[in-house]
């Protein structure tokens, strides 16, 4: 469905997923699934300062929502809450037809493209960002930041 360079990119985060695991005492955790799919996204943070200090995403389901949560986190780290929020309004943007986020260790998000030809496949690549978008504001409510 993808051309090949996309799709071994997208295998590659599928096979080697980075920031793997979970952190030891996560500031904030959230479960997000996508039960058309069966994926789903466990994600940890650790906020510092308004800002992103650690990053943990553990999960199963589908490569596209694996590689799209795993890309994700490549760019987290030191990101105010306001900066990882405009990126996620981006990834969907770009799930509309925008272009890809242009932001350091997104680089791969573009082999996630042509996934907005194929509307069921969206929410796989989105469930990542979603569980982001949910885990900052779980993050606020609880913090009051
Ligand atoms: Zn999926």
Redesign the pocket.
């Known amino acids: 469905m993808l051309d090949d360079l996309y799709r071994e990119i997208i295998l590659d985060h599928y096979r080697s997923p980075r920031n793997r695991g979970k952190l030891e005492h996560p500031d904030v955790q959230v479960r997000g699934n996508?039960p058309?799919?069966?994926?789903e996204v466990v994600l940890d943070l650790n906020v510092a300062d308004g800002t992103i200090a650690e990053v943990a995403y553990a999960g199963n389901?589908?490569s596209?929502?694996q590689a799209s949560a795993s890309i994700m986190t490549q760019s987290l780290r030191g990101r105010s809450l306001d900066e990882a929020l405009e990126l996620v309004q981006q990834m969907e943007a770009m799930m509309k037809g925008g272009s890809a986020p242009e932001a350091e260790g997104l680089e791969d998000l573009e082999a996630l493209e042509g996934v907005r030809k194929f509307p069921a496949?969206v929410?796989?690549a989105l469930?990542g960002w979603e569980t982001l978008k949910e885990s900052i504001q779980k993050y606020r409510l609880e913090h009051k930041a």
């Open positions: 996508n058309v799919c069966g994926d389901g589908c596209i929502s496949r929410k796989c469930l």
